[in-house]
């Protein structure tokens, strides 16, 4: 068998990574994916990885370590991305875009290595941080290996009274600001399909488009939205 074949039929597979955008003051989660649609671009606002709190506590610039990130979560499974979860600092809209896997990867996208540092074994994170430090006390982080690798290192554990399980978020980051593909997927409320698809008709040229879907939405309505039923059509109650 083909692994295509077997990929196409692993339903905990996504085909698509998926940004969504948060609410941050003073700009709301729906007005940044104004901006992404208008500006036709994800810019990577935060510094992630094994390295960025190391630098900050170092006095040192943050900006080699700015990402966009990503989730590779099935689209039918990203309500699920969207309610409040303990311990999580971060707090999903419904509002953002996705793009096909692939052609992520053509664009730089790479998955997030969680390493466990639960306590009671050895650290993966000893060596990641000892070589971090080591390029943060030579004054050339930007420059060094470590710098490129550490944006895609986030830590995993458990601890008494603490944890920080983020692992099944499924991961994907990319350094820098990225220009989306000519065709998209955008994810918000049904009631803002028009106010989206009108900012992408007046600020971007024909060849760029959107599929749009409400992240609410389970997988037979996104089938069946997407190929041009409306709710009537498809409502079962």
Not at 51 to 72: V, Y
Not at 163 to 168: L, T
């Amino acid at each position: 068998m083909d692994i295509k074949d077997v990929i196409a039929r692993r339903t905990d597979l996504s085909t698509f990574l998926i940004h969504l955008t948060r609410d941050a003051d003073p700009t709301p989660a729906r007005s940044r994916l104004e901006q992404i649609l208008a500006n036709w671009t994800l810019a990577a606002r935060s510094p992630y990885g094994a390295a960025a709190r190391r630098l900050t506590d170092a006095g040192q610039n943050t900006d080699s370590q700015r990402c966009a990130c990503f989730t590779e979560s099935p689209l039918e499974h990203v309500y699920w991305l969207l309610p409040e979860i303990d311990n999580r600092e971060i707090q999903f809209r419904p509002f953002g875009v996705a793009l096909p896997k692939k052609e992520g990867r053509r664009l730089g996208i790479n998955p997030v290595w969680y390493v466990d540092t639960t306590p009671g074994h050895d650290w993966i994170t000893n060596p990641i941080n000892a070589l971090i430090d080591e390029a943060i006390h030579a004054g050339a982080f930007p420059g060094s290996h470590i710098a490129r690798i550490a944006p895609f290192v986030e830590q995993m554990g458990t601890w008494p009274g603490n944890r920080k399980e983020f692992w099944w978020e499924r991961e994907w980051r990319h350094v820098g600001d990225l220009v989306l593909p000519d065709k998209i997927i955008v994810l918000c409320p049904e009631a803002d399909f028009v106010h989206f698809q009108n900012i992408v008709t007046q600020n971007q040229p024909p060849v760029r488009s959107g599929k749009f879907i409400d992240p609410h939405w389970g997988l037979e309505q996104i089938i069946g939205r997407l190929a041009g039923y409306t709710a009537t059509d498809i409502e079962m109650l």
